[in-house]
């Protein structure tokens, strides 16, 4: 990627009228700000599909589309809605009830289906799509549909159908035939109307950097119909979870949950499946973030029945997973998420790959001259931003978490007093005259908001990935001063 500069927002942060953001003329708009700003990057997280929990670093598939992601508008302009469904005031218009709006967007599309299936079906578009898509939608939408007729998680299933019994399961979709094809449906709007914003950005010279999560969720699609490439007992259920070892932060670590790859069944497969994936993700985005990347070289493994991160071990990959990344794209769109403790083994990967890491502005102030966040230490093969979707916003940072020591350090780099009122200009200024190549502010940063409008806290186990903008914030003045500094930065 030449030099450049972008905006992280996911889509469920727009504003829209029915409680979440969707792809429809809230994210043109944003388009077209970002245009008028001279952006050229719109960095997004997975575009997988979650439940009410609402993240999507654990969906129910790597493959899937987010169905909550659909536009009324957009359906009806399209031809597969007869009309747009009355809008839902929200109780608090800055936050998604996942809840709610799964249940409403369930009900949308079951309306499309009803309206438009019949004679969509009969069409070119949606046969081609069924057939391209095979090697996962035939399995996705019979989760899906057995998710519905069970209510519970796939390894809570009748035993026949837990370990995909062809018979069985033949009797069972032959019985959720509507379902099945309710599924793939929804699969089919979401590729039409991402594929049309992915279009609509491009002629205005905007480029897509999607994300790549690392896990998936235990009940999801992936798992139960490729269980021989995770650690799992015929029973279905986790033999080891994923996670991170205790650090300075966390006295026992962090303990995720899913059950983590079987590595060297992958590459006894050639990594067919990981390779799939990421051809999947590239047919949404132009690069894609490969999140949690030190996991591309080892993993900490968990036993399952262990309550905390503490007794995990790393376990390596095999090196020639790497090598068949490079052989199955050799352009290498991608940006290493390479934060927090990251080992020589790890830079040696980055350095076989040659792709960029990232730059976070809030790690960089601790006072160590050899620290590579210090925008001095950035170097041009990177991705630098003011923070994550993990952190908090910079606003947050500065009032709630920012040491004396972070403060004195930040004052005496830019020679002048540095306050709340001045603190995000201050850091969307120092990213944009970064050495980084690349460089993305989180939308929430431009707003100058607080810690209120954090997307998420790894620590918290409620409230996260809420976070939406107000109809407000899709203004020119949002993108006024960045515009600027585009411009003066050689970024445009």
Same mark, same amino acid.
């Given at each position: 990627?030449?030099?450049?500069?972008?905006?992280?927002? #996911?889509?469920?942060?727009?504003?829209s009228?029915?409680?979440?953001g969707?792809?429809g003329?809230?994210?043109?708009?944003?388009?077209e700000?970002?245009?008028? @700003?001279?952006?050229?990057?719109?960095?997004?997280?997975?575009?997988?599909?979650?439940? *009410?929990?609402?993240?999507? &670093?654990s969906?129910?598939?790597?493959?899937?589309?987010?169905?909550?992601?659909?536009?009324?508008e957009?359906?009806?302009?399209?031809?597969?809605?007869?009309?747009?469904?009355?809008?839902?005031?929200?109780?608090?218009?800055d936050?998604?009830?996942?809840?709610?709006?799964?249940?409403f967007?369930?009900?949308?599309?079951?309306?499309a289906?009803?309206?438009?299936?019949?004679?969509?079906?009969?069409?070119g578009g949606?046969a081609?799509?069924?057939?391209? *898509?095979?090697?996962?939608?035939?399995?996705? =939408?019979?989760?899906?549909?057995?998710?519905?007729?069970?209510?519970?998680?796939?390894?809570?299933?009748?035993?026949?159908i837990?370990?995909?019994?062809?018979?069985?399961? /033949?009797?069972? /979709?032959?019985?959720?035939l509507?379902?099945?094809?309710t599924?793939?449906?929804?699969?089919?709007?979401?590729?039409?109307?991402?594929?049309?914003l992915?279009?609509?950005?491009?002629?205005?010279?905007?480029?897509?950097?999607?994300d790549?999560p690392?896990?998936?969720? #235990?009940?999801?699609?992936?798992?139960?119909?490729? *269980?021989?490439?995770?650690?799992?007992?015929?029973?279905?259920?986790?033999l080891?979870?994923g996670?991170?070892?205790?650090?300075?932060?966390?006295?026992?670590?962090?303990?995720?949950?899913n059950?983590?790859?079987?590595?060297?069944?992958?590459?006894?497969?050639?990594?067919?499946?990981?390779m799939?994936?990421?051809?999947?993700?590239l047919?949404?985005?132009?690069?894609?973030?490969?999140? #949690?990347?030190?996991? &591309?070289?080892?993993?900490?493994?968990?036993?399952?029945?262990?309550?905390?991160?503490?007794?995990?071990?790393?376990?390596?990959?095999?090196?020639?997973?790497?090598e068949?990344?490079?052989? #199955?794209?050799?352009?290498?769109?991608?940006? =290493?998420?390479?934060?927090?403790?990251?080992?020589?083994?790890?830079?040696? @990967?980055? /350095?076989?790959?040659?792709?960029?890491?990232?730059?976070?502005?809030?790690?960089?102030f601790?006072?160590?001259?050899?620290?590579?966040?210090?925008?001095?230490?950035?170097?041009?093969?990177?991705?630098v931003?003011?923070?994550?979707?993990?952190?908090?916003?910079?606003?947050?940072?500065?009032?709630e978490?920012?040491?004396?020591?972070?403060?004195?350090?930040?004052?005496?780099?830019?020679?002048r007093?540095?306050?709340?009122?001045?603190?995000?200009?201050?850091?969307?200024?120092? =990213?944009?005259?970064?050495?980084?190549?690349?460089?993305?502010?989180?939308?929430?940063?431009?707003?100058?908001?607080?810690?209120?409008?954090?997307?998420?806290n790894?620590? =918290?186990?409620?409230?996260?990935?809420?976070?939406?903008?107000?109809?407000?914030?899709?203004?020119?003045?949002?993108f006024?001063?960045?515009?600027?500094?585009?411009?003066?930065?050689g970024?445009?």
């Open positions: 990627m030449r030099r450049s500069s972008g905006v992280l927002l #996911h889509p469920t942060s727009l504003p009228g029915w409680g979440v969707d792809l003329p809230s994210a043109r708009g944003f388009i700000l970002m245009a008028e @700003a001279h952006q050229s990057l719109w960095q997004t997280l997975p575009l997988t599909p979650v439940g *009410n929990h609402g993240s999507p &670093y969906p129910h598939s790597l493959f899937a589309g987010n169905p909550l992601l659909l536009s009324p957009v359906l009806q302009e399209q031809g597969f809605l007869r009309t747009v469904p009355p809008q839902m005031p929200a109780e608090n218009p936050k998604v009830n996942y809840l709610e709006c799964l249940a967007k369930d009900t949308l599309t079951q309306s289906f009803a309206f438009s299936f019949d004679r969509t079906r009969k069409e949606y081609d799509f069924c057939e391209r *898509n095979q090697g996962w939608l035939d399995d996705f =939408a019979l989760y899906d549909a057995l998710s519905r007729k069970y209510g519970r998680p796939w390894y809570a299933w009748p035993e026949e837990r370990r995909r019994n062809t018979s069985a399961m /033949a009797t069972e /979709a032959s019985g959720l509507q379902s099945i094809n599924a793939k449906f929804s699969q089919f709007l979401f590729e039409q109307q991402w594929s049309s992915k279009e609509f950005a491009a002629t205005r010279g905007i480029r897509l950097l999607g790549v690392y896990y998936v969720l #235990h009940d999801s699609s992936d798992i139960w119909s490729h *269980n021989e490439l995770f650690k799992i007992d015929s029973e279905g259920m986790a080891f979870v996670g991170v070892p205790p650090d300075y932060f966390s006295k026992t670590g962090q303990r995720w949950g059950p983590v790859y079987d590595w060297r069944r992958m590459e006894e497969t050639g990594y067919r499946w990981w799939e994936r990421v051809t999947r993700d047919t949404l985005a132009d690069y894609l973030r490969l999140d #949690h990347f030190r996991g &591309y070289v080892a993993y900490w493994e968990i036993p399952a029945d262990s309550p905390t991160a503490v007794k995990g071990s790393w376990v390596p990959l095999p090196g020639t997973f790497l068949s990344i490079k052989v #199955h794209f050799p352009d290498l769109p991608f940006v =290493a998420e390479d934060l927090g403790a990251i080992t020589d083994d790890v830079l040696e @990967a980055m /350095a076989l790959l040659g792709i960029p890491g990232m730059r976070v502005l809030q790690f960089g601790d006072g160590s001259l050899d620290n590579p966040h210090f925008p001095p230490n950035h170097t041009k093969n990177s991705l931003c003011t923070g994550t979707h993990d952190t908090n916003t910079t606003l947050g940072w500065f009032i978490e920012a040491t004396v020591k972070d403060k004195e350090t930040l004052q005496q780099y830019l020679g007093p540095v306050t709340a009122d001045t603190v995000c200009d201050d850091f969307t200024k120092m =990213a944009m005259d970064s050495a980084a190549d690349q460089c993305v502010i989180p939308f929430q940063d431009l707003l100058g908001l607080d810690g209120k409008a954090r997307m998420n790894p620590g =918290a186990s409620v409230g996260n990935w809420t976070w939406r903008a107000l109809p407000e914030a899709l203004s020119k003045n949002s006024s001063k960045l515009a600027d500094l585009t411009v003066s930065s970024r445009d």
